[in-house]
């Protein structure tokens, strides 16, 4: 899409009298968006759910989606880091001021996708929500421990979560799932049990001594480099 057409699409947007239509005309641009381009719509879409939140519509869940797909769409084209940190604030302190309408929604749209870029905005808007955060803990189990390893920039997203956990939370995280898993399939768990370790604020060392050193040790000697490369970044941690 020419720069002339984009920008005069999102002008259309901003000049329709239905909310549910302003959303729709933004969500056509998510798959054209690049770059900053995304992080505009961005501020666009969070002003007019803002404006028009109350009473609660069912075009809210459809913004959000909208909203999470041009996130990603900006980390994916390049968009520069500030400007989409600025989009994922901007996202996150419309949750803070909307929490009852609009965080139950969020949970369930980056819940059920690969939105990645979002969660960290998600996190920070139902940090003392904890049925929504035991959601999304359970969604980090899932998607961080499952057959597939998860990339470096994705486990980075579920830091303001991490964060977020007491340290009776990152114990039983640790004895029920992280320290079996890293068990049976170190090459894939080190690099996650290594960016748990790194981001939350307790001190975890029996843990690394009880249940991580025996795996430590064996994958130091490791044939792979990138699996070398984890564990002594656990062992660091």
């Not at 901003?14 to 909310?19: A, V």
């Not at 998510?30 to 505009?40: E, P, V």
């Not at 980390?75 to 996150?92: D, H, Q, S």
């Not at 370790?197 to 249940?211: I, M, P, Q, T």
């Amino acid at each position: 899409r020419a720069g002339s057409e984009w920008n005069a699409v999102l002008d259309d947007a901003l000049r329709k009298t239905s909310p549910a239509h302003a959303i729709e005309c933004i969500g056509e641009l998510a798959a054209d968006a690049r770059g900053s381009q995304c992080a505009l719509c961005v501020r666009v879409a969070c002003a007019i759910v803002c404006d028009h939140i109350d009473p609660p519509q069912p075009w809210l869940e459809i913004a959000l989606v909208t909203i999470a797909q041009l996130l990603e769409s900006g980390g994916r084209t390049g968009c520069r880091a500030r400007a989409l940190e600025g989009a994922v604030r901007r996202v996150e302190r419309m949750l803070c001021a909307h929490r009852a309408a609009l965080v139950p929604l969020a949970v369930r749209v980056v819940t059920s996708g690969d939105s990645f870029c979002a969660l960290p905005a998600v996190a920070r808007a139902c940090i003392h929500e904890s049925e929504h955060k035991a959601t999304l803990l359970d969604h980090y189990v899932s998607r961080v421990y499952g057959k597939q390893r998860v990339a470096a920039d994705q486990l980075d997203a579920f830091t303001p979560l991490l964060l977020s956990l007491s340290e009776n939370e990152v114990d039983d995280l640790l004895r029920s799932t992280v320290t079996k898993l890293l068990k049976k399939n170190p090459e894939t768990m080190l690099e996650a049990a290594a960016a748990l370790v790194e981001a939350v604020r307790f001190d975890l060392s029996a843990h690394l001594l009880d249940g991580f050193m025996p795996t430590i040790s064996r994958q130091l000697r490791s044939a792979t480099d990138d699996t070398r490369a984890h564990s002594a970044r656990l062992l660091g941690a």
